[in-house]
């Protein structure tokens, strides 16, 4: 259980244009979910936390109007890159959240390679 | 600050053991996690610490001491698909996940 599916697994595009993440769960709701972005050889950056119904929780430095979030169902969340530039490339992963505690705490969709050219 | 420390770069042999230690300085502790991730992909659950102690799962264990903020993660006869990276991450006090840089594992014949 716990199945957590996101695409596109990969996507170039030009410089200004907008891309749509989609992450939806399979088997599951949760109310909650987050957004990730990984640059090469780093951590995982928490860029946003969503919860159903409601406007996502920007992290410091995270730009809202630049990565909008939506969040619509307890099985369904979005993330729009609007304007994207070569510095936007980088992996994107989603995850909903299980519970507040314990080990399935997160699960993770596969993640969203972007390059931007 | 939170702050999570684990080593940027490991090499091992196959077939041999290799241990990757985290330390970590967080706001409350509710649990640390250690995560797979493979190049390329999300991370995979691999283990959950919550009390002191060892657990071990299969050929992966895992040992938290929270009195010193350590854990490690310890990987028994290594195989070529264990090439990854191997992140530790710890659940604070508001049930948010600190996550460190990771540690890329290489396994070599």
């Known amino acids: 259980g716990a199945v957590v599916s996101q695409h596109p697994s990969w996507v170039i595009c030009k410089s200004g244009t907008s891309v749509k993440i989609e992450c939806r769960s399979l088997d599951f709701q949760a109310t909650t979910m987050f957004w990730y972005r990984q640059f090469p050889k780093q951590s995982l950056m928490l860029m946003a936390t969503s919860n159903e119904g409601s406007k996502a929780t920007y992290e410091q430095g995270v730009e809202k109007d630049k990565f909008l979030i939506n969040h619509a169902s307890l099985t369904l969340s979005t993330l729009t890159v609007t304007s994207a530039h070569p510095e936007d490339s980088s992996f994107y992963i989603c995850?909903?959240?299980?519970?507040?505690?314990?080990?399935?705490?997160?699960?993770f969709g596969a993640g969203s390679r972007l390059t931007v050219l | 600050g939170q702050n999570i420390d684990q080593p940027t770069e490991m090499t091992a042999t196959e077939g041999a053991i290799v241990q990757i230690n985290c330390t970590y300085q967080?706001?409350?502790?509710?649990?640390l996690f250690w995560y797979q991730q493979h190049a390329g992909e999300a991370p995979t659950f691999l283990s959950y610490n919550v009390l002191d102690g060892l657990e071990e799962k299969g050929r992966f264990s895992s040992f938290l001491s929270r009195s010193k903020g350590y854990s490690y993660l310890l990987l028994k006869e290594l195989q070529m698909k264990d090439s990854a990276s191997y992140l530790c991450a710890v659940l604070d006090s508001n049930y948010q996940l600190i996550w460190g840089a990771g540690t890329k594992l290489i396994i070599k014949p």
């Open positions: 995850s909903f959240k299980l519970g507040d505690s314990g080990a399935n705490v997160l699960t």
């Open positions: 967080t706001s409350g502790f509710n649990g």
